[in-house]
Nanobody, 121 residues
Framework: QVQLVESGGGLVQAGGSLRLSCAAS????????MGWYRQAPGKQRELVATITTGGSTNYADSVKGRFTISRDNAKNTVSLQMNSLKPEDTAIYYC???????????????WGQGTQVTVSS
């Protein structure tokens, strides 16, 4: 069984910073791309940032220059450093990973339970 567990959400004032972390655990053979997505009330889930095993990154235009994604392949973790936060960044943030578990040897997408980020104006 593979699990993704997020931490680090909370309430912050506009202009502040937060760091989200996500750890993958279980019987894992390999992890491909990892990323963060978010869903604001009444809106669809959207991509925030992704990172490949080799460290190539991709960001939503709305967060470029403010957010930084990183990962530790040895620890199966991915983090999102969020700076200069804006009220429009308020959402539930979800960790995502493409995992090949030892139980199936087939790649599947896994999601964390989500962590709330609230930015006050």
């Amino acid at each position: 069984q593979v699990q993704l567990v997020e931490s680090g959400g909370g309430l912050v004032q506009a202009g502040g910073s937060l760091r989200l972390s996500c750890a993958a655990s279980g019987s894992i053979f390999s992890i491909n791309a990892m990323g963060w997505y978010r869903q604001a009330p009444g809106k669809q889930r959207e991509l925030v940032a992704t990172i490949t095993t080799g460290g190539s990154t991709n960001y939503a235009d709305s967060v470029k220059g403010r957010f930084t994604i990183s990962r530790d392949n040895a620890k199966n973790t991915v983090s999102l450093q969020m700076n200069s936060l804006k009220p429009e960044d308020t959402a539930i943030y979800y960790c995502n990973a493409g995992v090949v578990p030892r139980s199936s040897w087939r790649r599947s997408d896994y999601w964390g339970q989500g962590t709330q980020v609230t930015v006050s104006s």
